[in-house]
C-alpha cells in the first residue's frame, strides 16, 4: 500500500463520518426530550428520564418505546461525538501527509524518489524492492518453469517486442504497457503443481499498488461451438475448481464473429482492477 492509497482511504472514511453525523442530525430520536439514567438501589437497577431541568421519572415496564428512544438518543449523541473527533484526526493526518515543500515536490514519499532521480543517476541504479516500482521490477523479471512452457506460432508483435497470437491480445498487451501494468504473456500458472495441473492465461498481471496478481483470459471464438465446449468450459471450471473467480483473481475479456473486442472494456478492467 502506497501513500496515495492510505491518503484515498483516508479520504474515503472523512467523507464516510461526515455522511453518518448528517444522518445523525436528522434522526428522530435526537429530538427526544430528557436523557436516560440508569441508578442500582438495592441490587435492582432501574431507569429515570432525567430533563434540563435536572429533574427525574422513573420509567417502568409500561414506558418501554420511551426508553428505547433515549437510549438510542444516548448512543447516537455519543456517536456523533466520537466521529466528529475521527474525522478531525483524519483531517490533520490528511494535512500531514498531503503537505508538500515549497518547490511543489513531496519529498516524504517513497515512491516517488527513484522517479525524480536525474538521469544519470536512474539509469545507474534500480528502485528499491520495498517500494512499488521496484517491487513490480523485480516482478516482472520472475521467468516461470519452462518445462511447462506452452508452445505457440506467435505472430503479432507487442510494443515490448514480444509476439502474442492474436490482434486481440495485441490490443489487450498494447493497453496494459502504456498504462504501465507489468505483465506476463502466456506464464505457467501452477493450480496444483503436485498434480502437474497448469494452466497458461493470456496475460498475468500485477496491479503495483495494492501488489496482487490477477489472471486474464480473453476469449476470442465465443461463436465457434466446438472453441465453446473444448477451450472456454473445461479452462472455465478448472478455474473455479481451484478458486480462481472472476474479479478476484480471474479478468475475462470475450469476443465473437460479429463482435470484437470492445477496447473500453479493455480500458475499464485497467482502471478498476489494475491501477
Not at 153 to 182: C, F, H, Q
Not at 199 to 220: C, Q
Not at 229 to 256: A, C, I, Q, W
Request: aromatic share 10%.
Amino acid at each position: 500500500m502506497n501513500k496515495q492509497e492510505i491518503i484515498a482511504i483516508l479520504k474515503a472514511k472523512k467523507l464516510e463520518l461526515t455522511g453518518l453525523r448528517t444522518n445523525i442530525s436528522k434522526s428522530p430520536y435526537m429530538k427526544a426530550k430528557g436523557n436516560l439514567v440508569c441508578k442500582r438501589q438495592r441490587d435492582v437497577t432501574r431507569l429515570y428520564c432525567m430533563t434540563n431541568d435536572k429533574k427525574q421519572r422513573y420509567l417502568g415496564a409500561k414506558d418501554r418505546n420511551e426508553i428505547i428512544r433515549l437510549a438510542t438518543k444516548s448512543y447516537v449523541t455519543k456517536l456523533d461525538k466520537a466521529a466528529e473527533l475521527e474525522k478531525s484526526q483524519i483531517d490533520r493526518c490528511i494535512e500531514v501527509l498531503e503537505s508538500k515543500t515549497a518547490d511543489g515536490i513531496d519529498k516524504a514519499d517513497t515512491d516517488l524518489v527513484y522517479g525524480n532521480l536525474p538521469d544519470y543517476i536512474r539509469s545507474n541504479t534500480r528502485p528499491s524492492d520495498l517500494t512499488d516500482d521496484g517491487f513490480a521490477e523485480r516482478w516482472q523479471k520472475v521467468k516461470s518453469d519452462g518445462k511447462w512452457k506452452k508452445k505457440t506460432d506467435n505472430v503479432y508483435e507487442t510494443p515490448r517486442g514480444e509476439k502474442v497470437r492474436s490482434k486481440s491480445e495485441w490490443i489487450i498487451a498494447s493497453m496494459l504497457d502504456k498504462a504501465g501494468v507489468p505483465y506476463r504473456y502466456e506464464e505457467a500458472v501452477p493450480l496444483n503443481e503436485y498434480f502437474g495441473v497448469f494452466l497458461h492465461p493470456d496475460f498475468t498481471v500485477l496491479n503495483k499498488r495494492t501488489r496482487k496478481v490477477y489472471y486474464w483470459e480473453h476469449f476470442g471464438a465465443m461463436n465457434n461451438n466446438d472453441y465453446i465446449e473444448n477451450n472456454f468450459m473445461p479452462k472455465m471450471r478448472e478455474y473455479y475448481n481451484f478458486g480462481f473467480l472472476p474479479g478476484d483473481k480471474l479478468l475475462v475479456t470475450f469476443e465473437s464473429g460479429g463482435h470484437p473486442i470492445d477496447t473500453t472494456d479493455v480500458k475499464r478492467i485497467i482502471e478498476n482492477f489494475l491501477l
